[in-house]
């Protein structure tokens, strides 16, 4: 099956910077793909050497097997990207902006098609208004509307609920989530973490221009063994030797420990009891991908 | 998935029914650019339509009894086709810089870097766009300026010839500087540094012959001296230097501005990073 995208020890270079170092990386039509990394990890410049915005130093990218140069057309009519910044062209309507981008990709008879992605994403009642009259999150899903009117097989999200509220961001989602159900190939990157363990299937973490970690989300969870214990306990203070495992004390009064593995549970409570201590409230809790996203780049 | 070479054979289905040409991504394009001016107007035609007119007002009331440019012709007569090309020029420059400009500045320079189109369909449609808005305002001068001076259009042809030629080299210095300038200081610096002397010091308000010598040949190394000549040829059948000299110079000038616009829209220089 021809990769949806393919990345071939690709980097780039603005003079002494290394932005990306021989990133190899390869995503299967169909995947819901998360593509994480602190600022200046080089997740926009791996999407933009994708998308043509930039020239790789080295290295070749595919899209949809579409070298992103050599097949430059091809390559660009298989991808649509939203960007991150709140873009637009203060001269035109929705429908304007919608049906020019149609048009660069070289659609004729796109309206029917507009018109549905309008309505998908509550766009319908704006569709005369200048962009300018619009709000943010207005503005943000034209963005996303303009992504999808020549029907690309493979979308780039680059952080697009960056200042989203949280209804656009769920109507947002839903309609991503569709996209993928109904076969496109969606790459997202994001800093809200919850989002991408909720909706990837797999994820890169980049640091420093490198690839750091790639895995289904799964794996990456259970990879970071461990686990996390919230307890309230009567007389409100640990034992010391306990009290060494705290990492945080939370706002209900609660302390927060972190376990190596289950089997340190039993000896926890062990201590307690020992102590006399009652257990008033414990709760024990996986770590999310956040905490193995901190983990895996202090690792790195 | 591959697509033909001609634009005839690059149509196809997309998935969706609609088609694909590659001849609709370069039009929408130059549409999109025509619809940028047109939306306002009274910016981008009106404004230079009117100072043109003062122009005519201040310099033909104060000089129109001391100038005599050509034998028969008058000084008003002899300004208006040299104030129109001025305008065509000077709007043709306008329109491909400032909106390559605004768009890199706002960021939205991206929905014409997303899409599948080649640096040749990209240099054509700002290309044109510019020679349009040029056109226009030329238009919009003689229009405005016809009920106050007599002209004669001995050769309309070598008019428009120059006109579109003109046009087309501001035009592609105006996707130049577009290109290059990351600030708007930047492009003002091209714009009053660079346009501005050479158009008014090409013989848009007199004819070279009353120079200094010295002056004389330093007016021939000015290519938009040979626009305007060759322009003013058009209606008085009168010229500074040879019309036919005047196209060869304007046309291989076109070439080389061409030549250096598609060579750097296909290395991506200041556009693809």
């Known amino acids: ?129 200048n962009m300018r009259a619009l709000s943010g999150g207005m503005k943000r899903r034209v963005l996303v509307a303009q992504a999808l009117v020549h029907k690309p097989p493979v979308i780039v999200l680059d952080e697009p609920t960056a200042g989203v509220d949280v209804e656009l961001r769920q109507a947002l989602w839903r309609f991503i989530r569709s996209l993928n159900r109904d076969g496109h190939t969606i790459v997202l990157t994001t800093h809200y973490l919850e989002e991408a363990e909720a909706l990837c299937g797999r994820i890169a973490m980049l640091k420093d221009g490198k690839i750091v970690a790639l895995d289904t989300t799964h794996n990456l969870l259970r990879m970071h063994s ?47 009891r020992e102590a006399g201590m009652r257990v008033q409230e414990i709760e024990v809790m996986q770590p999310d991908l956040e905490e193995v996203f901190v983990q895996i780049m202090q690792k790195s | 998935m591959t697509v033909g070479n001609g634009y005839a054979k690059a149509a196809r289905e997309t998935p969706g029914g609609a088609e694909y040409s590659r001849l609709i991504g370069f039009y929408t394009l130059f549409r999109k650019e025509w619809l940028r ?48 090309m001025m305008s065509v020029l000077q709007n043709a420059f306008a329109n491909s810089s400032s909106s390559l400009m605004q768009s890199k500045m706002t960021g939205n320079i991206i929905f014409v870097l997303l899409p599948p189109l080649s640096h040749r369909e990209f240099y054509l449609a700002y290309l ?71 158009t008014f010091l090409s013989g848009v308000f007199y004819s070279i012959h009353s120079l200094p010598a010295f002056w004389q040949g330093l007016s021939h190394l000015n290519p938009i001296f040979y626009m305007i000549d060759g322009f003013r040829y058009g209606f008085f059948g009168h010229a500074d230097v040879s019309p036919f000299t005047s196209l060869a110079i304007v046309g291989l000038s076109f070439l080389a501005l061409s030549w250096l616009t598609l060579w750097l829209l296909k290395s991506g220089y200041k556009l693809r990073h």
């Open chain 1, 226 to 272: 461990g686990c996390y214990v919230e307890l309230r306990v009567e007389p409100d203070r640990l034992p010391e030797r306990i009290a060494g495992g705290v990492v945080e004390r939370r706002a209900n009064g609660a302390y927060r420990l972190a376990l190596h593995d289950y089997g340190e549970l039993e000896l926890l409570m062990r201590a307690l």
């Open chain 2, 37 to 84: 001016f047109w939306k306002v107007s009274v910016q981008t035609i009106l404004a230079p339509v009117v100072t043109a007119l003062l122009f005519l007002l201040v310099f033909s009331h104060t000089l129109r009894d001391h100038v005599e440019p050509f034998p028969g012709v008058s000084y008003s007569a002899f300004l208006v086709p040299g104030l129109a």
């Open chain 1, 1 to 129: 099956m021809i990769p949806a995208i393919e990345v071939e020890r690709v980097s780039k270079h603005y003079g002494a910077l290394k932005a990306l170092s021989d990133v190899e990386l390869a995503i299967t039509p169909g995947e819901f793909f998360g593509l994480l990394g602190p600022n200046g990890a080089g997740k926009t410049t791996l999407i933009s050497i994708l998308a043509g915005l930039t020239l790789a130093s080295s290295g070749r990218a595919r899209v949809m097997g579409h070298d992103v140069r050599a097949e430059y057309r091809d390559a660009r009519r298989a991808l649509g990207v939203v960007p991150q910044e709140l873009v637009f062209d203060p001269f035109f309507t929705v429908r304007e902006t919608l049906s020019f981008q149609a048009g660069y990709f070289g659609i004729r008879g796109s309206r029917a098609w507009i018109d549905e992605v309008m309505h998908h994403l509550d766009l319908t009642d704006k569709a005369d208004t």
């Open chain 2, 128 to 198: 044109l766009a510019a020679v349009a808005r040029g056109l226009v305002v030329g238009a919009g001068v003689f229009v405005a300026t016809v009920w106050f001076v007599d002209l004669e259009f001995a050769h309309p042809g070598w008019a428009l010839a120059f006109a579109v030629a003109g046009s087309g080299i501001m035009g592609a210095l105006g996707i130049i500087a577009g290109i290059y300038s990351d600030k708007v200081d930047e492009l003002a610096a091209f714009q009053n540094f660079i346009i501005l002397p050479l």
